[in-house]
């Protein structure tokens, strides 16, 4: 296998999210760096959130609604070089349950079982090791094949199609310090066995803006503080507005520590600043391990 360092490290830590809430594609601090051809990468997440209350577009904040969460992801991604552009195909299998659910006092459904199954590529039109510059654009594709019941108020599948594209640009300033910037838009399809199961849920498309800051501890230490930002994805239940969208301000404080030359742990601590039109997360705390091969 060839030597692997932290330019190995291209792997993002998504937020598995209900499917009232935000559906947010999000990278960890490194996820634009490419790894070398020909390595592949297997990874395992597992995020616990809390939230305690809910600021809904149809009502004032609500402090009887909450919730907790605990969600896994398993990974895989194989780099290769293809008519000479770095790609990194994917697949992402979700797990996901709920628990403590309430919603204006009254209580909800506390689902689990498989999410949406996730397809990836990204594709780097700019992979500069020497000057520290990489851009990549990434297309997703949600296939609605999670555990989904009609008329439950909370499900961890989402009935219906989703696309996401995604651009990264990541720039190294100078031995310790690096800055990470992503932007993305996300396209929903109809669930036409929403609400009662009879409804239709519609949501306009939704956009996010990330950034990150890095500094190098040591060569095998990397601290790192983030920000993201997402707009837009009001829902509607037929043609109703049902108080939920995707307003969401996040703060986030990452570290990542290799045990070995291919073995790394990674671990990410969240809270919403502000939230408009969904569930406020309270604290949130992902662990990531990597396994390079």
Same mark, same amino acid.
């Given at each position: ?5 932290? #330019?190995? #490290?291209?792997?993002? +830590?998504?937020?598995?999210?209900? +499917? ?6 999000? %990278?960890? !601090? ?13 990874? #395992? ?22 919730? /907790?969460? *605990? ?22 299998? !979700? ?11 009254? !209580? ?21 090791? %020497? ?11 949600? #296939?609605?094949?999670? /555990? ?18 995604? +651009? ?17 838009? /996300? ?6 066995? +929403? ?11 939704? @956009? ?7 500094? &190098? ?21 037929? *043609?109703?507005?049902?108080? @939920?969208?995707?307003? %969401? /301000? ?31 997360? &309270? ?9 390079? @091969?």
């Amino acid at each position: 296998m060839k030597p692997l360092n932290w #330019l190995a #490290l291209s792997l993002a +830590a998504l937020l598995l999210l209900p +499917a009232f809430s935000a559906q947010a594609v999000d %990278v960890g !601090p490194d996820d634009y760096v490419p790894a070398p051809a020909d390595t592949n990468a297997l990874l #395992l997440y597992y995020r616990h959130a809390e939230s305690s209350h809910a600021n809904l577009t149809t009502s004032a904040r609500s402090d009887n609604s909450g919730l /907790t969460a *605990d969600s896994g992801i398993l990974r895989f991604i194989h780099y290769a070089d293809i008519a000479g552009m770095r790609m990194a195909p994917q697949i992402l299998v !979700p797990v996901a349950a709920l628990h403590e659910t309430a919603l204006n006092g009254a !209580p909800l459904n506390q689902p689990g079982g498989l999410g949406d199954i996730i397809l990836a590529n990204v594709f780097w039109v700019e992979n500069d090791p %020497v000057n520290k510059r990489y851009l990549g654009i990434t297309p997703y594709l949600w #296939l609605p094949v999670g /555990t989904y019941n009609a008329g439950d108020g909370l499900n961890i599948g989402e009935n219906r199609w989703k696309a996401n594209v995604q +651009a990264g640009y990541d720039q190294g300033l100078d031995n310790d310090w690096s800055v990470a910037v992503t932007a993305d838009v /996300t396209w929903y399809g109809d669930n036409s066995e +929403a609400g009662t199961g009879r409804q239709t849920l519609k949501q306009d498309p939704s @956009f996010q803006l990330q950034t990150w800051v890095r500094y &190098d501890l040591t060569t095998e230490t990397r601290l790192a503080v983030g920000l993201s930002q997402t707009l837009g994805g009001k829902q509607t239940t037929d *043609d109703d507005a049902n108080g @939920f969208k995707t307003e %969401v /301000t996040q703060a986030r404080l990452s570290m990542s520590q290799m045990l070995t030359p291919s073995f790394q742990a990674q671990g990410i601590l969240t809270t919403d600043l502000r939230v408009n039109g969904g569930f406020q997360e &309270d604290y949130g705390a992902q662990l990531r391990l990597l396994k390079l @091969f």
